[in-house]
């Protein structure tokens, strides 16, 4: 398997304009995860999916912010309009619910800048 | 709110000495504990975790952690560190179905 999948690695905007980050889980998992990583709040869990459905989205920050899981194997989290303090590292993750490890596969990360 | 708290923000060693890495969660019910990594420019891997039973946990690369449920505490130990193991070290509990994570030790070893 490829892993978690994450595009772009990086992605360099101005202020303003609508970002899109895209993720595709490992296959056969149904728990999919947002997080952002800066250094000021360390990792943060923004949203996360269960079966393509939005179970806590207590971690997004603002109305800017959505996520969406339109199939089982994409995600999206959009921002728009962005801001220079979303520039932060987003991490995609995803689990099965059947694995009894609970353990979370993280995916590359997406590294935006927003100028 | 549960909470993770890591006690050091940035930890500096000499190849060959032993690392402790301290971790405390605020939760007190039963709880499942992680010790993920992430190695410069990389993701977050998972090194070791614990569910239940001995709590004395092994994980990759020699790395090893105590659960001491008294002291809410669940700290990451290695014997003798190497170069390579220079890295960012995140604590995690999961409670219900939410993974919440410290805010990380950079571990800086020196060769």
């Known amino acids: 398997d490829a892993g978690v999948i994450q595009s772009p690695r990086h992605e360099v905007t101005e202020m303003g304009q609508e970002v899109t980050l895209r993720c595709k889980p490992i296959s056969g998992h149904d728990y999919l995860f947002w997080y952002r990583q800066t250094m000021m709040r360390g990792l943060e869990l923004l949203i996360y999916f269960n079966n393509n459905v939005p179970i806590d989205d207590s971690g997004m920050p603002e109305d800017r912010f959505s996520a969406k899981m339109p199939n089982a194997s994409f995600s999206t989290l959009k921002i728009q309009p962005s801001e220079p303090r979303d520039s932060a590292v987003y991490f995609c993750a995803s689990r099965s619910g059947l694995a009894a490890s609970y353990e979370q596969y993280f995916g590359p990360g997406t590294r935006l800048t927003v100028t | ?111």
């Open chain 2, 1 to 111: 709110a549960q909470s993770v708290s890591q006690h050091n923000h940035h930890v500096i060693l000499s190849e060959a000495a032993s690392l402790e890495l301290g971790c405390n969660y605020s939760y007190g019910g039963t709880v499942n504990l992680f010790w993920y990594v992430q190695y410069p420019g990389q993701h977050l891997q998972l090194l070791l975790k614990y569910f239940s039973g001995d709590p004395l946990v092994k994980g990759i690369k020699g790395f090893e952690a105590e659960f001491i449920k008294s002291k809410f505490s669940f700290n990451l130990r290695k014997p003798s560190v190497q170069w390579s193991d220079t890295a960012e070290y995140f604590c995690a509990v999961l409670y219900g179905q939410n993974f919440v994570f410290g805010p990380g030790t950079r571990l800086s070893v020196l060769p």
